[in-house]
């Protein structure tokens, strides 16, 4: 074979190889195993919601998608993770608000949510419940601000730590009702809602499915939700919006993303059957029986949708001076 003829033949063989490794890249589903990694641990609701979803997804596709927890740092080991993990589509991150659109404006993180992660579906939302124990003395919010400003510095409030959502709701809060509540963090919301209910903290923006078996049994006071409507199964607790603050909107989301490098055509593949399950009947209904409510969005809308909430919070923290001390 003479030069020229070896020089085509290399070149060929070169192109298959490249052909063929962007037809295995974008291969759907993925020939191997699928993960969704899940940044807390077993039993909470992004748990509970992402095992739902995983089951129709890998339904639909014909192949297992399998949950991984990997809890820590406030769910950033899981987006760290995800961030360098293989770009082929094997790998998918129910992400959350605290790490994608908070914690890089409270602490150093070693990946940049709009680089390093890749925009594929929104996946659920809730809101917050303000509750107090019954030791504060106040039955509406209303009677809350009057306390806080009568005593300024005095009312504190848990969160499930420092740059989480339940954190940012209550500064939010603090903000726009002119009060200075002092933020108590704590590693969870189990630890969060002990101490409340042992009245070593006043309040607590919680999960609703975290604070709802407290309320009903009479141990907490409900004073507000932080969504732009009640919810359905919270019908007669009134917004922070209605109760004076109009506007005010703290909710607590989860959404799908993938590694920074995963090709185009994948995510937009994935995006259709994230949507499609989403949309589901009866998923919905079981997301409704956890106060979840679905949120099913293309590529760019949970783009925009990232970067106003990182616009949103990066000003809260940085004029509330929030640090991850």
């Not at 070169?14 to 899940?38: E, I, R, Y």
């Not at 209303?142 to 969160?159: C, H, N, R, T």
Request: proline share 8%; no cysteine.
């Amino acid at each position: 074979m003479n030069k020229r003829h070896l020089l085509r033949a290399t070149t060929l063989v070169a192109a298959s190889l490249l052909l063929a490794g962007l037809g295995q890249a974008q291969d759907f589903p993925p020939n191997k195993p699928v993960t969704l990694v899940v940044g807390f641990a077993p039993g909470g609701a992004a748990d509970a919601a992402a095992r739902l979803i995983a089951k129709k997804l890998g339904d639909n596709i014909g192949q297992k998608v399998v949950v991984d927890n990997k809890a820590g740092a406030g769910g950033n080991i899981a987006h760290q993770l995800v961030a360098a993990g293989p770009a082929d589509g094997s790998m998918l991150l129910f992400g959350s608000i605290g790490p994608l659109t908070i914690a890089p404006h409270v602490m150093k993180v070693r990946y940049d949510p709009f680089k390093d992660l890749a925009a594929v579906s929104g996946g659920v939302n809730f809101p917050n419940v303000l509750v107090v124990n019954k030791g504060v003395g106040v039955k509406t919010l209303a009677e809350f601000v009057a306390l806080a400003k009568k005593k300024p510095g005095s009312i504190d409030f848990a969160s499930t730590g420092a740059g989480s959502a339940s954190h940012l709701a209550g500064e939010l809060f603090n903000q726009r009702a002119g009060i200075d509540m002092v933020h108590v963090p704590y590693k969870g919301g189990a630890p969060a809602l002990q101490d409340l209910l042992g009245e070593r903290v006043a309040s607590y923006f919680s999960a609703p499915p975290t604070a709802l078996p407290q309320i009903e049994a009479g141990n907490l006071i409900p004073l507000a939700t932080t969504g732009s409507s009640r919810p359905a199964y919270m019908p007669n607790i009134p917004t922070v919006a209605e109760s004076g603050y109009p506007g005010f909107e703290a909710l607590n989301w989860y959404a799908f993303v993938a590694p920074g490098k995963t090709p185009a055509p994948v995510l937009d593949r994935w995006n259709l059957e994230i949507v499609k399950v989403l949309n589901d009947p009866g998923v919905k209904e079981s997301l409704d029986k956890h106060g979840l409510t679905p949120q099913p969005t293309t590529r760019a809308e949970l783009t925009a949708f990232m970067r106003k909430e990182d616009a949103k919070w990066g000003g809260i923290v940085r004029e509330r001076k929030i640090t991850a001390d």
